[in-house]
T-cell receptor
Framework: DADVTQTPRNRITKTGKRIMLECSQT?????MYWYRQDPGLGLRLIYY???????NKGEISDGYSVSRQAQAKFSLSLESAIPNQTALYFC????????????FGPGTRLTVL | AQKVTQAQTEISVVEKEDVTLDCVYE???????LFWYKQPPSGELVFLIR??????QNEISGRYSWNFQKSTSSFNFTITASQVVDSAVYFC????????????????FGTGTLLAVQP
């Protein structure tokens, strides 16, 4: 089984809809992250969480919110989706007691019509 | 400002050729970390290597090798005897010692290099 899973893997939705992307990990890592990937732009950090009680905005947090339900779960919400939020979304985890290298989930491809 | 530049947008080679992917970074910190990730056509991001700023030794792992030169702020990646399975987008990334909350956690990505290996 994969260490970092994301659901759904693909989602098509309409402008104005609320969408939740979920991330679960079995690596036991305290730190979790959400990134989005756009063609030609690389990956950009949306939110990150050091532990269940510590959530922080990243580079491009506007239009997004997150919830850290447990050490293993970190959800990303789009309260009212818009077309320019169409992107590939990645969740990642890291262990600060080790190398703190970020390991990524398989990604969720979101299309907002 | 921190920045990672991968000037090569696309590279196409024929199988068995050697290929080098360039990565140039900018940072004002003395302690930082450099990474390479591979994104195959299936879309996932695969961690390849992590290097800290105090370790300038080159690293070799099978057909992969990395050349870190602080003098030119570069962390280049070479694939020897390329194979079709090496076809992917490769990302270079930088993480600083003093990121959010003083931790090494903000990854700054380059825009990636698409490598196409033709049979």
């Amino acid at each position: 089984d994969a260490d970092v899973t994301q659901t759904p893997r693909n989602r098509i939705t309409k402008t104005g809809k609320r969408i939740m992307l979920e991330c679960s990990q079995t690596k036991g890592h305290d730190r979790m992250y959400w990134y989005r990937q756009d063609p030609g732009l690389g990956l950009r950090l949306i939110y990150y969480s050091f532990d269940v009680k510590d959530i922080n905005k990243g580079e491009i947090s506007d239009g997004y919110s997150v919830s850290r339900q447990a050490q293993a779960k970190f959800s990303l919400s789009l309260e009212s989706a818009i077309p320019n939020q169409t992107a590939l979304y990645f969740c990642a985890t890291s262990d600060p007691t080790s190398t703190d290298t970020q390991y990524f989930g398989p990604g969720t491809r979101l299309t907002v019509l | 400002a921190q920045k990672v530049t991968q000037a090569q947008t696309e590279i196409s080679v024929v199988e068995k050729e050697d290929v080098t992917l360039d990565c140039v970074y900018e940072t004002r910190d003395t302690t930082y970390y450099l990474f390479w990730y591979k994104q195959p056509p299936s879309g996932e991001l695969v961690f390849l290597i992590r290097r800290n700023s105090f370790d300038e030794q080159n690293e070799i792992s099978g057909r992969y090798s990395w050349n870190f030169q602080k003098s030119t702020s570069s962390f280049n990646f070479t694939i020897t005897a390329s194979q079709v399975v090496d076809s992917a987008v490769y990302f270079c990334a930088l993480s600083e010692e003093r990121g959010y909350g003083g931790a090494t956690n903000k990854l700054i990505f380059g825009t990636g290099t698409l490598l196409a290996v033709q049979p």
